[in-house]
T-cell receptor, first 115, second 113 residues
């Protein structure tokens, strides 16, 4: 799986958009970009994933550049409860199923949302 | 629907002792995983299973064993505990091939002294 690079920490004001970047310059054509977050010592929580197109769900939006070498997770209106470590993960999804859904976590970005 | 449950929540072991961390999911998921997380670090995969009777090693399997006799349960066994195994252990599950979201349990915090 491709390696990812994220800033170690970011700050955001409550109510503003939080934009979390991720570089994955060695990503392959069959690798998806996933985002998970971990709120203070809890188990990680899935947020969103994408392959090429931008994606949006009730939690966040994912913007993937055209060359797929980087992406941005957007929390449109950050709240104090969004303070967490955010992990960007690149993972193969192959028809043969040999990746078995395994996730490789880096150190992530610590997002702190301030009042 | 309880999701993924883990027991115990906390445990202190002496060096050389053994224990089993329990993990159960009630979502009829085929794939299950064990991760460990050391302070300030990301999670590392210990073992995983793609179905009852099928297990395989992850990135850091040494010092651990697993079994999968049922779809619901995936216990992790620590033999001869060492201080290096002090960590938080997370169990996770997902439906299987073609599904994307992994569901994680609340974790077990283990200290070996």
């Amino acid at each position: 799986d491709a390696k990812t690079t994220q800033p170690p920490s970011m700050d955001c004001a409550e109510g503003r958009a939080a934009n979390l970047p991720c570089n994955h310059s060695t990503i392959s054509g069959n690798e998806y970009v996933y985002w998970y977050r971990q709120i203070h010592s809890q188990g990680p929580q899935y947020i969103i994933h994408g392959l090429k197109n931008n994606e949006t769900n009730e939690m966040a939006s994912l913007i993937i550049t055209e060359d797929r070498k980087s992406s941005t997770l957007i929390l449109p209106h950050a709240t104090l409860r969004d303070t967490a470590v955010y992990y960007c993960i690149v993972r193969v999804e192959d028809a043969g199923g040999t990746s078995y859904g395994k996730l490789t976590f880096g150190q992530g970005t610590i997002l702190t949302v301030h009042p | 629907n309880a999701g993924v449950t883990q027991t115990p929540k906390f445990r202190i072991l002496k060096i050389g002792q053994s224990m089993t961390l329990q993990c159960t999911q009630d979502m009829n998921h085929n794939y299950m995983y064990w991760y460990r997380q050391d302070p300030g670090m990301g999670l590392k995969l210990i073992y995983y299973s793609v179905g009852a009777g099928i297990t395989d090693k992850g990135e850091v399997p040494n010092g651990y064993n697993v079994s999968r006799s049922t779809t619901e349960d995936f216990p992790l066994r620590l033999e001869l505990a060492a201080p290096s195994q002090t960590s938080v252990y997370f169990c996770a599950s997902t439906k299987g091939q073609g599904t994307y979201e992994q569901y994680f349990g609340p974790g077990t915090r283990l200290t070996v002294t």
